[in-house]
Protein backbone atom coordinates (compact mmCIF):
# COMPACT_ATOMS: atom_id res chain seq x y z
CA UNK A 1 0.00 0.00 0.00
CA UNK A 2 1.19 3.54 -0.57
CA UNK A 3 0.33 6.52 1.07
CA UNK A 4 -1.94 9.09 -0.23
CA UNK A 5 -2.74 11.85 1.50
CA UNK A 6 -1.29 12.37 5.40
CA UNK A 7 -3.36 14.99 7.58
CA UNK A 8 -1.68 15.75 10.76
CA UNK A 9 -3.15 17.91 13.24
CA UNK A 10 -5.47 20.10 11.50
CA UNK A 11 -7.08 22.73 13.07
CA UNK A 12 -9.34 25.60 12.22
CA UNK A 13 -10.93 28.35 14.41
CA UNK A 14 -13.98 30.77 13.24
CA UNK A 15 -13.71 33.36 15.88
CA UNK A 16 -14.24 31.61 19.18
CA UNK A 17 -15.25 28.74 17.55
CA UNK A 18 -13.09 25.76 17.42
CA UNK A 19 -14.36 23.93 13.85
CA UNK A 20 -11.18 21.38 13.23
CA UNK A 21 -9.75 19.81 16.43
CA UNK A 22 -6.03 18.66 15.80
CA UNK A 23 -7.72 16.30 13.43
CA UNK A 24 -4.72 13.30 12.04
CA UNK A 25 -5.47 10.78 9.46
CA UNK A 26 -4.07 9.17 6.28
CA UNK A 27 -5.48 7.28 2.77
CA UNK A 28 -3.69 4.67 1.09
CA UNK A 29 -3.72 5.00 -2.66
CA UNK A 30 -6.92 3.53 -4.25
CA UNK A 31 -9.23 3.53 -0.83
CA UNK A 32 -12.34 5.08 -0.47
CA UNK A 33 -12.79 6.38 3.20
CA UNK A 34 -15.81 7.79 4.38
CA UNK A 35 -15.57 11.09 6.56
CA UNK A 36 -18.47 11.04 8.76
CA UNK A 37 -20.53 13.40 11.49
CA UNK A 38 -23.49 15.09 12.42
CA UNK A 39 -24.16 18.54 10.74
CA UNK A 40 -21.42 21.48 11.70
CA UNK A 41 -18.76 18.58 13.17
CA UNK A 42 -16.28 20.17 10.74
CA UNK A 43 -16.45 17.82 7.24
CA UNK A 44 -16.48 20.31 5.19
CA UNK A 45 -13.90 22.34 6.75
CA UNK A 46 -11.42 19.46 6.82
CA UNK A 47 -11.86 19.20 2.71
CA UNK A 48 -11.83 22.80 2.34
CA UNK A 49 -8.43 23.29 3.83
CA UNK A 50 -7.07 19.68 2.14
CA UNK A 51 -8.00 21.86 -1.43
CA UNK A 52 -7.01 25.16 -0.04
CA UNK A 53 -10.11 26.72 0.18
CA UNK A 54 -9.39 27.69 3.52
CA UNK A 55 -6.15 28.45 5.25
CA UNK A 56 -5.19 26.12 7.96
CA UNK A 57 -4.65 27.63 11.25
CA UNK A 58 -2.45 24.25 12.42
CA UNK A 59 -0.88 21.17 11.06
CA UNK A 60 -0.27 19.83 7.98
CA UNK A 61 -1.32 18.22 4.48
CA UNK A 62 0.55 16.33 2.91
CA UNK A 63 -0.16 14.78 -1.05
CA UNK A 64 2.09 12.11 -2.23
CA UNK A 65 5.15 13.24 -0.61
CA UNK A 66 4.06 16.77 -1.02
CA UNK A 67 3.31 19.66 1.43
CA UNK A 68 0.14 21.11 0.31
CA UNK A 69 -0.38 23.38 3.29
CA UNK A 70 -0.55 27.05 2.41
CA UNK A 71 -0.57 26.14 -1.41
CA UNK A 72 -3.04 27.83 -3.76
CA UNK A 73 -6.67 25.86 -4.49
CA UNK A 74 -5.30 25.90 -7.99
CA UNK A 75 -1.98 24.23 -7.49
CA UNK A 76 -4.00 21.85 -5.38
CA UNK A 77 -5.82 20.98 -8.21
CA UNK A 78 -2.97 20.74 -10.59
CA UNK A 79 -1.21 18.40 -8.08
CA UNK A 80 -4.15 15.81 -8.80
CA UNK A 81 -6.56 16.49 -6.00
CA UNK A 82 -10.60 17.26 -7.26
CA UNK A 83 -13.39 18.50 -5.30
CA UNK A 84 -17.02 18.62 -5.50
CA UNK A 85 -19.31 21.14 -3.26
CA UNK A 86 -21.96 20.46 -1.08
CA UNK A 87 -24.08 22.78 -2.66
CA UNK A 88 -23.66 22.04 -6.74
CA UNK A 89 -21.53 25.57 -7.77
CA UNK A 90 -22.22 25.12 -11.89
CA UNK A 91 -20.65 27.99 -13.58
CA UNK A 92 -23.99 29.41 -14.87
CA UNK A 93 -22.54 31.33 -18.16
CA UNK A 94 -20.52 28.42 -19.40
CA UNK A 95 -22.50 25.74 -21.17
CA UNK A 96 -22.08 22.15 -19.74
CA UNK A 97 -19.67 20.93 -21.84
CA UNK A 98 -17.40 24.30 -21.27
CA UNK A 99 -17.99 23.76 -17.65
CA UNK A 100 -16.39 20.53 -17.80
CA UNK A 101 -13.64 21.76 -20.38
CA UNK A 102 -11.98 24.04 -17.83
CA UNK A 103 -10.68 21.16 -15.59
CA UNK A 104 -9.28 19.63 -18.52
CA UNK A 105 -7.69 23.19 -19.59
CA UNK A 106 -6.09 24.31 -16.03
CA UNK A 107 -6.08 20.66 -14.62
CA UNK A 108 -3.64 18.39 -14.46
CA UNK A 109 -2.34 17.87 -18.35
CA UNK A 110 -3.70 20.89 -19.46
CA UNK A 111 -5.43 19.64 -22.08
CA UNK A 112 -7.10 21.98 -25.56
CA UNK A 113 -8.52 22.20 -28.31
CA UNK A 114 -9.62 19.25 -30.32
CA UNK A 115 -8.67 16.66 -28.02
CA UNK A 116 -10.04 18.33 -25.31
CA UNK A 117 -13.11 18.19 -26.69
CA UNK A 118 -13.40 14.80 -26.89
CA UNK A 119 -12.33 13.78 -23.37
CA UNK A 120 -14.92 15.97 -22.60
CA UNK A 121 -17.43 14.60 -24.20
CA UNK A 122 -16.06 11.14 -23.05
CA UNK A 123 -16.44 12.28 -19.14
CA UNK A 124 -19.91 13.26 -19.64
CA UNK A 125 -20.45 10.14 -21.23
CA UNK A 126 -19.23 8.61 -18.02
CA UNK A 127 -21.51 10.43 -15.80
CA UNK A 128 -24.47 9.93 -18.25
CA UNK A 129 -24.69 13.46 -19.65
CA UNK A 130 -23.90 12.27 -23.31
CA UNK A 131 -24.66 14.27 -25.91
CA UNK A 132 -25.84 17.12 -23.31
CA UNK A 133 -22.87 19.26 -23.63
CA UNK A 134 -24.07 21.98 -25.58
CA UNK A 135 -26.75 23.09 -22.78
CA UNK A 136 -27.22 25.76 -20.47
CA UNK A 137 -26.27 24.19 -16.80
CA UNK A 138 -29.54 26.25 -15.66
CA UNK A 139 -31.70 24.05 -17.71
CA UNK A 140 -29.69 20.74 -15.95
CA UNK A 141 -31.79 19.34 -12.90
CA UNK A 142 -30.34 19.28 -9.90
CA UNK A 143 -29.45 15.69 -10.25
CA UNK A 144 -28.00 16.53 -13.86
CA UNK A 145 -26.04 19.52 -12.02
CA UNK A 146 -24.29 17.07 -9.47
CA UNK A 147 -23.03 14.90 -12.39
CA UNK A 148 -21.99 18.03 -14.47
CA UNK A 149 -19.49 18.71 -11.33
CA UNK A 150 -18.59 15.31 -11.17
CA UNK A 151 -17.69 15.61 -14.83
CA UNK A 152 -15.93 18.65 -13.76
CA UNK A 153 -14.01 17.21 -10.90
CA UNK A 154 -12.98 14.49 -12.72
CA UNK A 155 -11.70 15.96 -15.40
CA UNK A 156 -8.90 17.73 -13.59
CA UNK A 157 -7.22 14.05 -13.37
CA UNK A 158 -6.86 13.76 -9.90
CA UNK A 159 -5.50 10.79 -8.01
CA UNK A 160 -7.63 12.06 -4.86
CA UNK A 161 -11.41 13.28 -5.18
CA UNK A 162 -13.07 14.72 -2.35
CA UNK A 163 -17.12 14.32 -2.67
CA UNK A 164 -18.65 16.64 -0.03
CA UNK A 165 -22.35 14.63 0.11
CA UNK A 166 -21.98 14.27 -3.61
CA UNK A 167 -25.02 11.45 -3.30
CA UNK A 168 -27.18 13.69 -1.09
CA UNK A 169 -30.78 14.22 -2.57
CA UNK A 170 -30.77 11.53 -5.04
CA UNK A 171 -33.85 9.39 -5.35
CA UNK A 172 -33.13 5.19 -4.49
CA UNK A 173 -32.64 4.58 -8.43
CA UNK A 174 -30.28 7.44 -8.95
CA UNK A 175 -28.23 6.76 -5.72
CA UNK A 176 -27.80 2.98 -6.90
CA UNK A 177 -26.39 4.45 -10.19
CA UNK A 178 -24.05 7.02 -8.34
CA UNK A 179 -22.73 4.58 -6.18
CA UNK A 180 -21.94 2.26 -9.04
CA UNK A 181 -20.26 5.61 -10.82
CA UNK A 182 -17.91 6.39 -7.53
CA UNK A 183 -17.06 2.44 -7.47
CA UNK A 184 -16.11 2.70 -11.13
CA UNK A 185 -13.51 5.32 -9.94
CA UNK A 186 -11.90 3.49 -7.75
CA UNK A 187 -11.88 1.03 -10.69
CA UNK A 188 -9.95 3.65 -12.31
CA UNK A 189 -7.41 3.83 -8.89
CA UNK A 190 -8.69 6.97 -7.96
CA UNK A 191 -8.34 7.49 -3.92
CA UNK A 192 -11.92 8.64 -2.43
CA UNK A 193 -12.13 10.83 0.66
CA UNK A 194 -16.07 10.67 1.09
CA UNK A 195 -18.07 12.74 3.64
CA UNK A 196 -21.69 11.38 3.47
CA UNK A 197 -24.96 11.04 5.47
CA UNK A 198 -26.37 8.34 3.81
CA UNK A 199 -25.93 4.98 5.22
CA UNK A 200 -26.43 2.91 2.37
CA UNK A 201 -23.51 4.31 0.73
CA UNK A 202 -21.10 4.59 2.97
CA UNK A 203 -21.68 0.69 3.74
CA UNK A 204 -21.26 0.13 0.11
CA UNK A 205 -18.74 2.03 -1.09
CA UNK A 206 -16.28 2.60 2.30
CA UNK A 207 -13.77 0.21 3.16
CA UNK A 208 -12.89 2.81 6.20
CA UNK A 209 -14.77 5.36 7.85
CA UNK A 210 -13.67 8.38 10.00
CA UNK A 211 -16.19 9.85 12.73
CA UNK A 212 -15.84 13.43 13.46
CA UNK A 213 -18.00 15.51 16.06
CA UNK A 214 -17.56 18.70 17.47
CA UNK A 215 -13.99 19.23 15.34
CA UNK A 216 -12.51 15.86 16.34
CA UNK A 217 -12.05 12.71 15.46
CA UNK A 218 -13.85 10.43 17.75
CA UNK A 219 -14.21 7.10 15.59
CA UNK A 220 -12.22 5.73 13.11
CA UNK A 221 -11.76 2.13 11.46
CA UNK A 222 -13.10 -0.56 8.92
CA UNK A 223 -16.70 0.94 8.01
CA UNK A 224 -18.71 -2.22 10.16
CA UNK A 225 -17.14 -1.68 13.17
CA UNK A 226 -17.00 1.67 13.47
CA UNK A 227 -20.68 2.28 12.72
CA UNK A 228 -21.59 0.02 15.44
CA UNK A 229 -19.43 2.28 18.15
CA UNK A 230 -21.93 3.43 21.44
CA UNK A 231 -20.40 6.81 20.96
CA UNK A 232 -20.84 7.22 16.90
CA UNK A 233 -24.61 6.20 16.90
CA UNK A 234 -24.88 8.59 20.10
CA UNK A 235 -23.62 11.44 17.90
CA UNK A 236 -25.69 10.94 15.13
CA UNK A 237 -28.87 10.31 16.83
CA UNK A 238 -28.30 11.58 20.12
CA UNK A 239 -28.99 9.18 23.35
CA UNK A 240 -32.77 7.71 22.78
CA UNK A 241 -31.22 5.28 20.25
CA UNK A 242 -27.70 4.29 22.32
CA UNK B 1 -13.98 29.74 -37.30
CA UNK B 2 -12.30 32.45 -39.59
CA UNK B 3 -13.34 32.30 -42.89
CA UNK B 4 -12.14 33.74 -46.02
CA UNK B 5 -15.03 35.42 -46.50
CA UNK B 6 -14.88 37.26 -42.94
CA UNK B 7 -11.49 37.73 -43.31
CA UNK B 8 -12.37 40.11 -46.27
CA UNK B 9 -14.83 41.49 -44.74
CA UNK B 10 -13.14 42.71 -41.97
CA UNK B 11 -10.14 44.12 -44.43
CA UNK B 12 -12.89 45.82 -46.75
CA UNK B 13 -14.34 47.76 -43.30
CA UNK B 14 -11.30 48.48 -42.04
CA UNK B 15 -9.70 49.73 -45.35
CA UNK B 16 -13.19 51.62 -45.92
CA UNK B 17 -12.88 53.13 -42.61
CA UNK B 18 -9.25 54.29 -43.32
CA UNK B 19 -10.08 55.94 -46.87
CA UNK B 20 -12.98 57.94 -44.36
CA UNK B 21 -10.21 61.18 -43.94
CA UNK B 22 -10.23 61.55 -47.79
CA UNK B 23 -13.83 62.12 -48.13
CA UNK B 24 -14.33 64.17 -44.94
CA UNK B 25 -14.57 67.57 -43.30
CA UNK B 26 -11.97 68.27 -40.84
CA UNK B 27 -14.77 68.45 -38.56
CA UNK B 28 -15.96 65.03 -39.81
CA UNK B 29 -12.41 63.78 -38.89
CA UNK B 30 -12.62 64.72 -35.64
CA UNK B 31 -15.58 62.93 -35.15
CA UNK B 32 -14.57 60.02 -36.19
CA UNK B 33 -11.43 60.20 -34.03
CA UNK B 34 -13.56 61.01 -30.59
CA UNK B 35 -15.73 57.97 -32.09
CA UNK B 36 -12.54 55.39 -32.84
CA UNK B 37 -11.04 56.90 -29.16
CA UNK B 38 -14.13 55.98 -27.29
CA UNK B 39 -14.93 52.40 -29.12
CA UNK B 40 -11.51 51.34 -28.52
CA UNK B 41 -11.75 52.45 -24.83
CA UNK B 42 -14.81 50.58 -24.32
CA UNK B 43 -13.70 47.12 -26.18
CA UNK B 44 -10.32 47.54 -23.99
CA UNK B 45 -12.55 47.94 -20.82
CA UNK B 46 -14.88 45.08 -21.62
CA UNK B 47 -11.33 42.72 -22.47
CA UNK B 48 -11.03 42.74 -18.50
CA UNK B 49 -14.69 43.88 -16.80
CA UNK B 50 -16.64 42.23 -19.19
CA UNK B 51 -16.16 38.82 -18.24
CA UNK B 52 -14.76 39.15 -15.01
CA UNK B 53 -17.48 41.95 -13.87
CA UNK B 54 -14.70 43.78 -11.92
CA UNK B 55 -16.38 47.14 -12.88
CA UNK B 56 -13.04 49.89 -13.19
CA UNK B 57 -13.80 53.62 -12.96
CA UNK B 58 -10.08 53.50 -13.56
CA UNK B 59 -9.82 54.04 -17.48
CA UNK B 60 -8.92 57.85 -17.10
CA UNK B 61 -6.31 57.12 -14.96
CA UNK B 62 -4.43 55.52 -17.69
CA UNK B 63 -6.00 57.57 -20.46
CA UNK B 64 -4.41 60.82 -18.74
CA UNK B 65 -1.10 58.69 -17.95
CA UNK B 66 -0.85 58.34 -21.51
CA UNK B 67 -1.72 61.93 -22.30
CA UNK B 68 0.95 63.11 -20.02
CA UNK B 69 3.81 60.98 -21.25
CA UNK B 70 2.77 62.63 -24.43
CA UNK B 71 2.94 65.99 -22.98
CA UNK B 72 6.15 65.55 -21.12
CA UNK B 73 8.54 63.89 -23.68
CA UNK B 74 7.24 64.23 -26.71
CA UNK B 75 9.90 66.96 -27.45
CA UNK B 76 12.43 64.93 -26.15
CA UNK B 77 11.66 61.42 -27.49
CA UNK B 78 11.17 60.28 -31.03
CA UNK B 79 7.38 59.65 -31.10
CA UNK B 80 7.19 55.86 -31.42
CA UNK B 81 9.36 55.30 -28.48
CA UNK B 82 6.80 57.94 -26.50
CA UNK B 83 4.41 55.75 -27.22
CA UNK B 84 6.37 52.67 -26.19
CA UNK B 85 7.24 54.80 -23.05
CA UNK B 86 3.36 55.49 -22.42
CA UNK B 87 2.60 52.05 -22.62
CA UNK B 88 5.04 50.88 -20.33
CA UNK B 89 4.13 53.36 -17.41
CA UNK B 90 0.37 52.21 -17.97
CA UNK B 91 1.33 48.74 -17.86
CA UNK B 92 3.31 49.04 -14.74
CA UNK B 93 0.65 51.21 -12.84
CA UNK B 94 -1.90 48.78 -13.70
CA UNK B 95 0.47 46.07 -12.40
CA UNK B 96 1.08 47.50 -8.80
CA UNK B 97 -2.32 48.80 -8.63
CA UNK B 98 -3.70 45.27 -9.80
CA UNK B 99 -1.79 43.30 -7.03
CA UNK B 100 -2.67 45.45 -4.77
CA UNK B 101 -6.96 45.76 -5.70
CA UNK B 102 -7.83 42.33 -7.68
CA UNK B 103 -8.53 40.58 -4.46
CA UNK B 104 -11.02 43.56 -3.51
CA UNK B 105 -14.69 42.23 -4.32
CA UNK B 106 -17.40 43.92 -5.85
CA UNK B 107 -18.06 47.46 -4.84
CA UNK B 108 -15.01 48.06 -3.35
CA UNK B 109 -12.78 47.60 -6.25
CA UNK B 110 -15.27 50.10 -8.16
CA UNK B 111 -14.68 52.66 -5.21
CA UNK B 112 -11.31 51.89 -5.38
CA UNK B 113 -10.51 52.55 -8.72
CA UNK B 114 -11.97 55.73 -8.87
CA UNK B 115 -10.04 56.41 -6.28
CA UNK B 116 -7.26 55.44 -8.34
CA UNK B 117 -8.21 57.92 -10.99
CA UNK B 118 -8.98 60.99 -8.46
CA UNK B 119 -5.28 60.13 -6.39
CA UNK B 120 -3.51 59.77 -10.00
CA UNK B 121 -5.09 63.72 -10.96
CA UNK B 122 -3.72 64.81 -7.63
CA UNK B 123 -0.31 63.23 -7.92
CA UNK B 124 0.54 64.72 -11.51
CA UNK B 125 -1.65 68.33 -10.70
CA UNK B 126 0.44 68.61 -7.61
CA UNK B 127 3.88 67.60 -9.35
CA UNK B 128 3.46 70.25 -11.70
CA UNK B 129 2.50 73.43 -9.75
CA UNK B 130 4.95 72.60 -7.09
CA UNK B 131 7.96 70.93 -8.70
CA UNK B 132 7.69 71.65 -12.81
CA UNK B 133 5.87 75.14 -11.91
CA UNK B 134 3.60 74.78 -14.80
CA UNK B 135 -0.19 73.59 -14.53
CA UNK B 136 -0.48 72.68 -18.20
CA UNK B 137 1.35 71.57 -21.31
CA UNK B 138 1.48 72.20 -24.91
CA UNK B 139 2.41 69.75 -27.26
CA UNK B 140 3.89 70.18 -30.53
CA UNK B 141 3.44 67.53 -32.44
CA UNK B 142 3.13 67.68 -36.21
CA UNK B 143 -0.03 65.43 -37.06
CA UNK B 144 -3.20 66.42 -38.89
CA UNK B 145 -6.67 64.84 -37.49
CA UNK B 146 -6.52 62.19 -39.74
CA UNK B 147 -3.00 60.82 -39.13
CA UNK B 148 -4.66 60.63 -35.23
CA UNK B 149 -7.35 59.07 -36.54
CA UNK B 150 -5.15 56.11 -38.42
CA UNK B 151 -3.35 55.83 -35.27
CA UNK B 152 -6.51 54.86 -33.28
CA UNK B 153 -7.72 53.07 -35.85
CA UNK B 154 -4.73 50.73 -36.23
CA UNK B 155 -5.06 50.27 -32.32
CA UNK B 156 -8.56 49.61 -32.42
CA UNK B 157 -8.23 46.77 -35.07
CA UNK B 158 -5.51 45.55 -32.84
CA UNK B 159 -7.47 45.90 -29.93
CA UNK B 160 -10.29 43.89 -31.70
CA UNK B 161 -8.11 41.13 -33.12
CA UNK B 162 -7.02 40.59 -29.07
CA UNK B 163 -10.19 40.40 -28.08
CA UNK B 164 -11.24 37.90 -30.86
CA UNK B 165 -8.39 35.37 -30.26
CA UNK B 166 -8.71 35.79 -26.01
CA UNK B 167 -12.11 34.75 -26.83
CA UNK B 168 -10.83 31.13 -28.51
CA UNK B 169 -8.52 30.64 -26.03
CA UNK B 170 -7.65 29.03 -23.13
CA UNK B 171 -7.35 32.27 -20.72
CA UNK B 172 -10.68 33.26 -22.78
CA UNK B 173 -12.54 30.20 -20.67
CA UNK B 174 -10.40 31.02 -17.17
CA UNK B 175 -11.98 34.74 -17.56
CA UNK B 176 -15.92 33.42 -18.09
CA UNK B 177 -15.27 30.64 -14.72
CA UNK B 178 -13.37 33.29 -12.67
CA UNK B 179 -16.46 36.14 -13.61
CA UNK B 180 -18.79 33.08 -12.80
CA UNK B 181 -17.22 31.69 -9.27
CA UNK B 182 -13.59 32.19 -8.46
CA UNK B 183 -13.64 29.92 -5.88
CA UNK B 184 -14.70 27.13 -8.56
CA UNK B 185 -12.33 28.47 -11.08
CA UNK B 186 -9.34 28.38 -8.48
CA UNK B 187 -10.28 24.54 -7.75
CA UNK B 188 -10.54 23.66 -11.48
CA UNK B 189 -6.37 24.68 -11.69
CA UNK B 190 -7.49 28.04 -12.56
CA UNK B 191 -4.26 30.66 -11.84
CA UNK B 192 -6.87 33.80 -10.91
CA UNK B 193 -5.25 36.14 -9.16
CA UNK B 194 -2.42 36.11 -12.47
CA UNK B 195 -5.33 35.82 -14.98
CA UNK B 196 -7.22 39.07 -13.62
CA UNK B 197 -3.46 40.84 -13.56
CA UNK B 198 -2.82 39.97 -16.97
CA UNK B 199 -5.96 40.92 -18.39
CA UNK B 200 -6.25 44.07 -16.17
CA UNK B 201 -2.68 45.03 -16.98
CA UNK B 202 -3.51 44.39 -20.87
CA UNK B 203 -7.02 46.18 -21.05
CA UNK B 204 -4.89 49.27 -18.72
CA UNK B 205 -2.32 49.49 -21.45
CA UNK B 206 -4.22 49.93 -24.51
CA UNK B 207 -5.87 52.24 -22.47
CA UNK B 208 -3.41 54.55 -21.96
CA UNK B 209 -2.37 54.15 -25.69
CA UNK B 210 -5.72 56.03 -26.54
CA UNK B 211 -4.81 58.84 -24.42
CA UNK B 212 -1.41 58.84 -25.38
CA UNK B 213 -2.47 59.14 -29.04
CA UNK B 214 -5.58 61.63 -28.69
CA UNK B 215 -3.02 63.87 -26.70
CA UNK B 216 -1.93 65.68 -29.64
CA UNK B 217 -5.06 66.79 -30.74
CA UNK B 218 -5.38 68.88 -27.43
CA UNK B 219 -2.28 70.71 -28.28
CA UNK B 220 -2.60 72.42 -24.85
CA UNK B 221 -3.63 69.95 -21.63
CA UNK B 222 -3.95 70.25 -18.16
CA UNK B 223 -5.22 67.68 -15.56
CA UNK B 224 -8.22 68.57 -15.48
CA UNK B 225 -8.94 68.06 -18.90
CA UNK B 226 -7.36 64.78 -19.61
CA UNK B 227 -8.36 62.97 -16.07
CA UNK B 228 -11.79 63.80 -16.34
CA UNK B 229 -13.96 61.14 -14.58
CA UNK B 230 -16.57 61.95 -17.67
CA UNK B 231 -14.75 59.87 -19.41
CA UNK B 232 -14.59 56.61 -17.21
CA UNK B 233 -18.13 56.54 -17.31
CA UNK B 234 -18.81 57.41 -21.00
CA UNK B 235 -16.58 54.39 -21.31
CA UNK B 236 -18.54 52.25 -19.08
CA UNK B 237 -21.83 53.12 -20.20
CA UNK B 238 -21.07 52.31 -23.72
CA UNK B 239 -19.76 48.85 -23.02
CA UNK B 240 -22.66 48.30 -20.60
CA UNK B 241 -25.09 49.48 -23.56
CA UNK B 242 -23.64 46.96 -26.31
CA UNK B 243 -22.96 44.46 -23.78
CA UNK B 244 -19.29 43.84 -22.62
CA UNK B 245 -19.32 40.29 -22.63
CA UNK B 246 -19.53 40.22 -26.24
CA UNK B 247 -16.64 41.49 -28.79
CA UNK B 248 -18.86 43.85 -30.75
CA UNK B 249 -21.13 44.82 -27.89
CA UNK B 250 -18.52 47.90 -27.00
CA UNK B 251 -18.39 49.11 -30.65
CA UNK B 252 -22.47 48.31 -30.81
CA UNK B 253 -23.42 50.58 -27.50
CA UNK B 254 -19.66 53.36 -27.61
CA UNK B 255 -20.89 54.43 -31.93
CA UNK B 256 -24.52 55.54 -31.17
CA UNK B 257 -23.98 57.04 -27.82
CA UNK B 258 -20.70 59.08 -29.07
CA UNK B 259 -22.76 60.52 -31.12
CA UNK B 260 -25.85 61.08 -28.54
CA UNK B 261 -23.56 62.97 -26.50
CA UNK B 262 -21.73 65.12 -29.15
CA UNK B 263 -25.09 66.42 -30.09
CA UNK B 264 -26.26 66.93 -26.73
CA UNK B 265 -22.82 68.36 -25.25
CA UNK B 266 -23.14 70.69 -28.40
CA UNK B 267 -26.92 71.60 -27.87
CA UNK B 268 -27.20 71.35 -24.32
CA UNK B 269 -23.79 71.70 -22.55
CA UNK B 270 -25.34 72.64 -19.16
CA UNK B 271 -27.77 69.42 -19.04
CA UNK B 272 -25.22 67.07 -20.28
CA UNK B 273 -24.39 64.63 -16.66
CA UNK B 274 -28.62 64.55 -16.09
CA UNK B 275 -28.34 63.01 -19.52
CA UNK B 276 -25.86 60.99 -18.86
CA UNK B 277 -27.81 59.88 -15.54
CA UNK B 278 -30.80 59.17 -16.99
CA UNK B 279 -29.61 57.30 -19.81
CA UNK B 280 -27.69 55.04 -16.78
CA UNK B 281 -30.24 54.20 -15.07
CA UNK B 282 -32.30 53.41 -18.44
CA UNK B 283 -29.73 50.71 -19.16
CA UNK B 284 -29.63 49.48 -16.08
CA UNK B 285 -33.16 48.74 -15.89
CA UNK B 286 -34.05 48.09 -19.75
CA UNK B 287 -31.04 45.57 -19.95
CA UNK B 288 -28.79 45.10 -17.91
CA UNK B 289 -26.53 42.60 -20.45
CA UNK B 290 -26.31 45.00 -23.37
CA UNK B 291 -28.10 45.71 -27.11
CA UNK B 292 -26.73 42.42 -28.52
CA UNK B 293 -27.80 40.29 -25.38
CA UNK B 294 -31.35 41.85 -26.07
CA UNK B 295 -31.05 41.02 -29.34
CA UNK B 296 -30.61 37.88 -29.18
CA UNK B 297 -33.24 37.10 -26.79
CA UNK B 298 -36.11 38.52 -28.78
CA UNK B 299 -34.95 36.74 -31.78
CA UNK B 300 -34.65 33.66 -29.53
CA UNK B 301 -38.23 34.58 -28.73
CA UNK B 302 -39.50 35.00 -31.87
CA UNK B 303 -38.12 31.58 -32.98
CA UNK B 304 -39.76 29.55 -30.63
N1 LIG C 1 -16.48 30.15 6.71
C1 LIG C 1 -16.94 29.94 7.96
N2 LIG C 1 -17.01 30.95 8.86
C2 LIG C 1 -17.45 30.75 10.11
N3 LIG C 1 -17.84 29.57 10.59
C3 LIG C 1 -17.80 28.50 9.76
C4 LIG C 1 -17.35 28.63 8.41
N4 LIG C 1 -17.41 27.42 7.81
C5 LIG C 1 -17.87 26.57 8.73
N5 LIG C 1 -18.11 27.21 9.92
C6 LIG C 1 -18.57 26.59 11.15
O1 LIG C 1 -17.69 25.53 11.44
C7 LIG C 1 -18.39 24.42 11.91
C8 LIG C 1 -18.12 23.23 11.02
O2 LIG C 1 -18.75 23.44 9.77
P1 LIG C 1 -18.64 22.43 8.57
O3 LIG C 1 -17.21 22.08 8.36
O4 LIG C 1 -19.36 23.02 7.43
O5 LIG C 1 -19.44 21.18 9.12
P2 LIG C 1 -20.01 19.90 8.37
O6 LIG C 1 -19.52 19.93 6.96
O7 LIG C 1 -19.47 18.75 9.17
O8 LIG C 1 -21.49 19.97 8.48
C9 LIG C 1 -19.87 24.81 11.95
O9 LIG C 1 -20.17 25.23 13.26
C10 LIG C 1 -19.94 25.95 11.00
O10 LIG C 1 -20.97 26.85 11.37
MG1 LIG D 1 -20.62 19.99 5.24
New interface residues.
Given amino acids: MTLQLEVANLQKRFGGLVAVNDVNFSLQAGEIVGLLGPNGSGKTTVLNMI ?3 LQADGGRVVFRGTELTRQ ?3 RI ?2 HGV ?2 T ?1 QLV ?1 P ?4 TVA ?1 NV ?3 F ?4 YRH ?1 GREAEKLVEEKLEFVGLEGRGRERVGNLTYIDQKRMELA ?1 AL ?2 EPSLLLLDEWLAGLNPSELKTGIELVQHLQGAGITILLVEHIMEAVRALCTRCIVMNAGQIIASGPSAEVLQQKEVILAYLGDDHA | MPTYASLALVAVAVSTLAAAPFYLSDYGVGLLIGMSGYVTLATAWALFSGPTRYVSLATVAFFGIGAYTVAVFSETLPYPLVLLLAAAIGGTVAAVVGLSTLRLAGVYFVIFTFGLAELVRQTVTWWEVNITGTLGRYIFLPFEGRHIYWQLLALLTVTMLIGWLIGRSRIGLALKAIGDDEAVAAHAGIDVTRTKLVLFVLSATIITLVGAIQAPRWTYIEPSIVFNPTVSFLTLIMALLGGPMRLWGPMVGAVPLFLLFEWLSANFPNHFSIFLGLLFILIVFVMPNGVLAKLEGIRKGAAQ
Fill in positions: SGAKPHAQARFRLPTLELVSAFGRWRAS
